[in-house]
T-cell receptor, first 111, second 116 residues
Framework: KQEVTQIPAALSVPEGENLVLNCSFT??????LQWFRQDPGKGLTSLLL?????REQTSGRLNASLDKSSGRSTLYIAASQPGDSATYLC??????????FGKGTRLSVIA | DGGITQSPKYLFRKEGQNVTLSCEQN?????MYWYRQDPGQGLRLIYY???????QKGDIAEGYSVSREKKESFPLTVTSAQKNPTAFYLC???????????????FGAGTRLSVL
């Protein structure tokens, strides 16, 4: 059964810093990997989806990479801003079953 | 606007009572999902439905029930058998359980359930 792990559970950085969030998964036979953002008390918003055949996806200051062979994905946030403060979750899709989510990394960007 | 609407935003349950959480989507999505989120925990899947009149149990279905009589609606009932119902409940939908962008899930704003 797929397990998704996100380390660290929480991260605090000063504004302007570039940062990397990590996601690892145990079963490399995935179709895609998705990154989501969740603000406190809110639902999730999809940020990026990487297909299994892709190595990375970019959206604005966000760049997500995927290395299936090692079971890892990273979300790179450039020039962080206080508005980036949120919990970031990754999730994998492996076939005809719903997404499997990690527990998330809670990011605080300090002005 | 297209999206997913969950209601109510806050819900209180008395002991022994069943309560129903509403989830409606106008995205014309085939698949719908219910998740439970506890503090410091990730999302745990309760039930999902790939098509009208069909649904499957997720990882923590005990004490919950669902129906899918219409494509747009996927209500979740928290029964009295669920002894620890206090949590944040999220509903989501997607084009289907297929690969590619059809698999992207869109979430509602959530319902926070508490026990009186």
């Amino acid at each position: 059964k797929q397990e998704v792990t996100q380390i660290p559970a929480a991260l605090s950085v000063p504004e302007g810093e570039n940062l990397v969030l990590n996601c690892s998964f145990t079963d490399s036979a995935i179709y895609n990997l998705q990154w989501f953002r969740q603000d406190p008390g809110k639902g999730l918003t999809s940020l990026l989806l990487i297909q299994s055949s892709q190595r990375e996806q970019t959206s604005g200051r966000l760049n997500a990479s995927l290395d299936k062979s090692s079971g890892r994905s990273t979300l790179y946030i450039a020039a962080s801003q206080p508005g980036d403060s949120a919990t970031y979750l990754c999730a994998t899709y492996s076939g005809n079953t719903p997404l499997v989510f990690g527990k998330g990394t809670r990011l605080s960007v300090i002005a | 606007d297209g999206g997913i609407t969950q209601s109510p935003k806050y819900l209180f349950r008395k002991e022994g009572q069943n309560v129903t959480l509403s989830c409606e989507q106008n995205l014309n999505h085939d698949a719908m999902y219910w998740y439970r989120q506890d503090p410091g925990q990730g999302l745990r899947l309760i039930y999902y439905s790939q098509i009208v009149n069909d649904f499957q149990k997720g990882d923590i279905a005990e004490g919950y029930s669902v129906s899918r009589e219409k494509k747009e609606s996927f209500p979740l009932t928290v029964t009295s058998a669920q002894k620890n119902p206090t949590a944040f409940y999220l509903c989501a939908s997607s084009g289907g359980l297929a690969g590619g962008r059809k698999n992207i899930q869109y979430f509602g704003a959530g319902t926070r359930l508490s026990v009186l």
